[in-house]
């Protein structure tokens, strides 16, 4: 099937009016942008002559930034450190007029930073400032909290697991209680060494590697793709899987249907950085604004096609989404029941 022109106007239209709860791992994204012409004499690494700098919101907060780029409201759930990082990401989040009232502060956490240094348009490095213990007691009650608070006026939450901690199992089992019994559509970006504590979710969004590596099977034909997705869709009792693949597209399993297949929308790819939080926000807003399943994967597949143009993490908006998916109509790129190899 391929979405019509009037359908694509039809979800895009209503796209942009729902309440979203993002709860994960908060990052602030810095880089460092430079040039190189020498090799350090104190060790054979590069000397890299630093020329800009600048900050980006990550992790959760970067699919928050999605959300609120497709005119949707974030409700972003987290938690900060009491130090200049958390000064800088709440600045970040007032610029983009997004919300910081449901984060917490812990004062015995840092804010992540995740600082890449690049040169000559090649990264050369990344380092990593975080906390990845699990929250205490006390602060996830404040984060459980805040989710309560919200909760009577979203249409949909995403969890954003990047595995620094937020996202504990006895938090984990509490938002899918309180989203079971409210009705609210739940979507998990997984972190896969906790693959199978995501049970019962309406939508969990594992890259290939992630998929293969929670079902104990490789993903290298069709065959292995049709057995991980059917096994992982089984063993969660989930409502849906979305395998994203790369330069193959998307894989969407769901109960009672046969798998559906959407070819890659991408027509350059310079930076994959943040095209899962790109397709996880488009979809749970395509899902708000009324599309079903294929229609919200098919949509955030173009999503992540835009995305993947720009270096580092990037946002698409409703009427971008709108060009790009009219483009695969007329370029007729359909969703199939056969993998794309």
């Known amino acids: 099937m391929a979405l019509s022109s009037a359908r694509i106007t039809e979800i895009t ?55 609120s780029a497709l005119g949707d409201r974030p409700l972003l759930v987290g938690t900060v450190g009491r130090d200049d990082a958390a000064d800088k990401f709440r600045k970040l989040l007032e610029d983009k007029g ?31 400032q975080e906390t990845r213990d699990d929250l205490s007691a006390e602060c996830e009650a404040r984060v459980f909290d805040r989710i309560q608070q919200a909760a009577d006026h979203i249409s949909g939450m995403i969890l954003s697991d990047y595995g620094k901690g937020v996202i504990t199992h006895s938090l984990l089992k509490n938002v899918i209680k309180l989203c079971r019994s409210r009705k609210i559509y739940l979507a998990v970006d997984p972190k896969e060494t906790r693959f199978h504590d995501y049970k019962k979710v309406s939508l969990i969004t594992p890259n290939h590697h992630e998929a293969g590596f929670a079902f104990g099977r490789r993903i290298r034909t069709e065959a292995d793709l049709l057995a991980v997705g059917n096994g992982l869709l089984e063993q969660l009792k989930a409502e849906s899987i979305l395998i994203t693949r790369g330069a193959q597209g998307m894989s969407l399993f769901r109960v009672g249907s046969e798998p559906t297949h959407i070819p890659t929308f ?40 835009c995305t993947v143009a720009e270096v580092g993490t990037a946002t698409v908006g409703v009427e971008q989404l709108r060009k790009e998916l009219e483009r695969n109509v007329k370029n007729g790129i359909l969703t199939s029941a056969e993998p794309q190899n």
């Open 98 to 128: 997004i919300s910081g009232d449901y984060l917490v502060e812990d004062g015995d956490r840092k804010t992540t930073i995740k600082t890449r240094i690049i040169a000559n348009s090649q990264q050369v490095v990344r380092a990593d």
């Open 13 to 67: 239209n209503a796209m942009g009016r729902a309440n979203v709860l993002i709860l994960g791992d908060i990052m602030l994204d810095e880089y460092w942008h430079g040039s190189v012409d020498r090799i350090s004499p104190e060790a054979p690494v590069p000397v890299v002559e630093v020329q800009s700098q600048r900050h980006l919101l990550g992790g959760a907060a970067n699919v928050a930034a999605n959300i």
């Open 266 to 305: 991408a027509r350059h790819v310079f930076d994959v950085t943040g095209a899962g939080d790109t397709v996880i926000a488009t979809f749970v807003s395509a899902i708000a604004a009324g599309a079903d399943p294929v229609e919200a994967a098919v949509v955030a597949n173009a999503g992540a096609g």
